[in-house]
């Protein structure tokens, strides 16, 4: 494949340029191309892949961080613009060039979820467990949204914080109580 080929199948930036690819699935995409590879029993032909896959990382790598500098000089709204997009921020985080340690990539990540705000209770670096509160929602207190609460989550944190491995979430504190309306122990029930 020629470099140009490489150029003309890469995504464009621009108007009219095609949908931006999800970062998730292009490296599922690569594993899966070097897995069939991998398959095919010629271990010349893998090691040659895999080393293919290494020098590109650290090309686009090396380009990344040109980027982040350029845009440095560009002064902070131009750097924050670039850290907000989760595919580029996905890409530093994943260059090991993103220039915010994981709680400030945290709380951007939680600042760009659209279901409401949510508290961060902590973070257990070791695990990789990430422990957060809901926001109240004056809802019944039946933990209904929970799952997709917490998909949500994962999804902002797969581009901002790969380092999360779960998420834990509590209920919101000081909220509507759920009262059991019934019979005192003891008492007797309606005749």
Known sequence: MTAAQ???GAPRVGKGAPEVPDAEAAGRRVEAVLDRLAQTGDRAACRAAEELVRALMEFYGA???RV???AGQGGRQAVERLLDDELVS???VLHDLHPEGIEARIAR???ALPGGPVELVGFDAATG???LRTA???GCGCGGGTEASRQAVEDALACFAAEVTRVELEPASGGPVLLQIGPRPGAAGPS
Do not use: H, I, P
Request: charged share 20%; no cysteine; hydrophobic share 55%.
């Open 6 to 8: 490489v150029r003309e």
């Open 63 to 65: 380009g990344l961080s």
């Open 68 to 70: 982040l500098a350029l």
């Open 90 to 92: 996905g890409m530093l």
């Open 109 to 111: 990540a939680l600042r």
């Open 129 to 131: 467990v990430l422990r």
């Open 136 to 138: 109240a929602t004056g």
